[in-house]
């Protein structure tokens, strides 16, 4: 895309660079070319992604000053950089801001844009990549919207607690059809180039190359804009909204509770009342998105949102892997796989079984259609991606992930075969879930070079990737498991060679204090909506079905054998499941039923106190422990994996984090008197009384 975005615009007579005819330094560049048509480009300073920043609307509205004084033909507005159009706000500037201060900002800020709007030549965005949040609000406020194939668009800012700030609220329900605006900015989903032109967000979708014959099109008035439609007209009718809205406000509810999550609830309280009446609308959606700045669900998304950013950044060398081998292609190998080919490295897949390789090549079509990867770009992934029966492959690899049966001697003999033929210096990781390194790393070719990768089922969606060091991994080789993890858009997270690791280890005991309560007679359904309500994404019976009943049997023997604080026995009901077959949803039967799809969460029982407590508690605790004996090298770290590994209710901001705000005397207090009622699995970690941070 660079190199024909730079193509582009040096046919435009303008430069990336800022060239004779560009005006301006800063984050905009501003000239015009031999048709009399303004380009403005967009090109954050110091940086390789755009975002919306106070200081970019300043700039703007100074260029905005020169353009109204000296009218070009047509303004279009575009990205230079190679990314995409713009990620969004800024929201280090955001992050921390009163709410008289956000008021203000966002008024001058919709002043910005305004004056855009009110521009008397015509305004077109031309937008490759992504125009999110604060940048497809920008976006809105020309007059037509050039869309290069594979461009999207979306306004993300639920995902933060917030709703769109920028006058999203008021444009967008004003282009497209006012229910598919509100459904957008409900979920936060993006609308990609074709269902951005189905729902008239791109006037038009263009290749590149054919981008100034579009705008000369559009000039020539041959682009006609959508006319609103019956739709769009009706719901100017308050009692057509408030009918609407109240089935927006039950779907939302299921999705998003309002307790949890106040800012769609708040977005559909003001489109109801102001939905006919722009002006109001806008100062709705300014004073709403102020006040959500403040509230607590905003804050720890925000929290998550640089915890995110944290794991991405935490290698500190670059990333030098480009042949990865992997070793079995079932359930897991398969999908890193294909993830990794995705991500343009180049994967060799070594499998004693055919059809698990046949299979794969399917699978990895599945992730490039998941990934809204296009024809060419699916071709070249499974270009990338080579079924390699003979393990070829090994002898170039700079990176050998082994993921085959989780079996200490099959492992050892596949280690002892790559050690013939793994090039010097290629690193060896095992995807392992619950055999400790220590006792693999005999049998590794190289001990510094050996460590674990573990991803979580299903790679494609579990965006974390714990890196595991044994004692003798060299950081060198954690460094670059760390950048390789960012550079295919995981987020990697080190920690200890302990059993369990982190996440699995946290996570057990609060899977299996939900079977014990099972075994004590407590409907699933109950135990699960603990769960729900407390803002998990799934229950702990529903969760132990996806994961696997074997495979939770499996982590449970081998935690319960090598941890020093007892994990809950092991439910009898788990393992009659297991003998029985029924391991959950892979098998149609589990403790739900499978067979029609996932079970319905229940969403009528009550739920006590207790039961909550009961299940998280022993999660707060194993994380606690984690971060006293360095397994994890911090309490934001273990917050971020378990967030990005199990769904955590984000808005919490972490369990440990939850803790803290909670009080960590209360959580020992109430830890004691489970201990006291049900056993020692409940005793309270030192973490509780020694941590400084409380
Ligand atoms: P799986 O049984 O689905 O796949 C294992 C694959 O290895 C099979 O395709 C098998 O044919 C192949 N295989 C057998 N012997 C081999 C050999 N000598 N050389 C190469 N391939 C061989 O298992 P899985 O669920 O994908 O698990 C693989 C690893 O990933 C295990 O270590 C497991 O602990 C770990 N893991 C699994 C999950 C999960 O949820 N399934 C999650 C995280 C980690």
Redesign the pocket.
């Known amino acids: 895309m660079e190199g024909r975005l730079r193509e582009f615009l040096a046919g435009s007579k303008l430069e990336l660079g800022g060239g004779r005819d560009a005006l301006g330094s800063g984050h905009w560049r501003y000239g015009r070319d031999e048709d009399g048509i303004g380009w403005l480009i967009l090109d954050r300073e110091d940086a390789t992604v755009n975002t919306i920043s106070d200081e970019v609307l300043r700039e703007l509205d100074e260029h905005l000053e020169r353009i109204e004084a000296d009218l070009p033909t047509a303004l279009v507005l575009r990205s230079g950089k190679a990314k995409g159009f713009a990620a969004g706000a800024d929201i280090d500037a955001l992050a921390g801001m009163d709410a008289e201060a956000a008021q203000g900002l966002l008024s001058e800020a919709h002043g910005v844009l305004d004056r855009l709007e009110g521009l008397s030549c015509p305004t077109i965005a031309v937008v490759h990549g992504a125009a999110l949040g604060a940048g497809f609000e920008l976006v809105l406020a020309c007059d037509y919207r050039l869309a290069i194939e594979g461009a999207s668009f979306g306004l993300p800012e639920v995902r933060l607690g917030l709703h769109p700030g920028l006058g999203g609220t008021v444009r967008l329900p004003e282009l497209i059809e006012p229910t598919a605006a509100m459904q957008l900015m409900l979920t936060g989903s993006t609308a990609h180039t074709a269902k951005a032109r189905d729902l008239g967000i791109a006037d038009l979708v263009v290749e590149e190359r054919h981008v100034r014959a579009a705008i000369a099109s559009i000039l020539r008035g041959e682009v006609d804009k959508r006319s609103r439609g019956l739709m769009a007209r009706a719901f100017s009718l308050s009692s057509a909204r408030s009918l609407a809205g109240a089935r927006m406000r039950r779907e939302t509810q299921k999705a998003a509770p309002k307790d949890h999550y106040p800012a769609p609830h708040a977005l559909i309280a003001n489109w109801e009342k102001h939905g006919d009446d722009p002006k109001a609308m806008r100062k709705a959606e300014i004073a709403s998105f102020a006040e959500l700045l403040q509230s607590e669900t905003s804050r720890n998304l925000i929290r998550a949102f640089f915890l995110r950013r944290t794991l991405k950044q935490a290698a500190d060398t670059a990333d030098d892997i480009a042949h990865v081998h992997i070793?079995?292609?079932?359930?897991?190998?398969a999908e890193i796989a294909a993830w990794v080919a995705m991500q343009g490295k180049r994967v060799t897949v070594?499998?004693?079984?055919q059809e698990?390789l046949g299979q794969m090549i399917r699978r990895a079509t599945e992730v490039c259609e998941g990934a809204h990867k296009d024809a060419l770009e699916t071709r070249d992934t499974l270009d990338r991606l080579m079924p390699d029966p003979r393990g070829y492959g090994v002898a170039r690899a700079d990176l050998v992930i082994e993921?085959?049966?989780?079996k200490p001697d099959?492992k050892a003999q596949?280690f002892t075969d790559l050690g013939k033929r793994m090039k010097t210096g290629a690193i060896l990781a095992t995807?392992?879930?619950?055999l400790r390194l220590a006792d693999l790393v005999d049998n590794a070719p190289a001990k510094a070079r050996f460590a674990g990768l573990?991803?979580?089922?299903p790679p494609s969606k579990v965006p974390l990737v714990e890196v595991v060091s044994h004692d003798k991994t060299s950081a060198e080789t954690r460094n670059r498991l760390l950048a390789f993890c960012a550079a295919i858009d995981r987020l990697p997270v080190a920690v200890a060679d302990s059993p369990g690791f982190l996440v699995n280890r946290a996570l057990m005991p609060y899977l299996l204090e939900a079977l014990l309560l099972l075994d004590e007679g407590i409907a699933k359904e109950r135990i699960d909506k603990a769960a729900l309500n407390f803002g998990m994404p799934m229950g702990p019976v529903t969760l132990a079905d996806q994961?696997?009943l074997d495979?939770c049997l499996d982590v449970a023997e081998s935690l319960s054998k090598s941890l020093e604080t007892p994990i809950a026995g092991i439910p009898a009901l788990l393992r009659d499941k297991v003998e029985a077959g029924d391991l959950g949803r892979k098998t149609g039967r589990g403790f739900y039923d499978w067979s029609d799809g996932t079970p319905e969460p229940e969403t009528s029982s009550r739920i006590g106190e207790d039961l909550t407590d009961r299940l998280l508690l022993p999660m707060l605790n194993a994380c606690a422990e984690c971060v006293r004996k360095g397994v994890v090298g911090s309490a934001d770290e273990a917050d971020a994996a378990m967030i990005f590994a199990t769904g955590f209710a984000p808005f919490r901001g972490g369990p440990l984090h939850y803790a803290r705000a909670r009080g960590h005397d209360e959580i020992h207090q109430r830890l004691k008197e489970f201990e006291k009622a049900h056993g020692p699995r409940f005793k309270p970690d030192a973490y509780w009384r020694n941590d400084t941070a409380k």
Do not use: Q, Y
């Not at 070594?350 to 079984?353: A, F, G, H, L, Y």
């Not at 993921?403 to 989780?406: C, I």
């Not at 573990?454 to 089922?457: I, P, V």
């Open positions: 070793v079995g292609a079932g359930i897991m190998g070594t499998d004693p079984d698990a993921a085959g049966p989780e099959l596949i995807n392992t879930s619950s573990h991803f979580f089922n994961v696997g495979i």
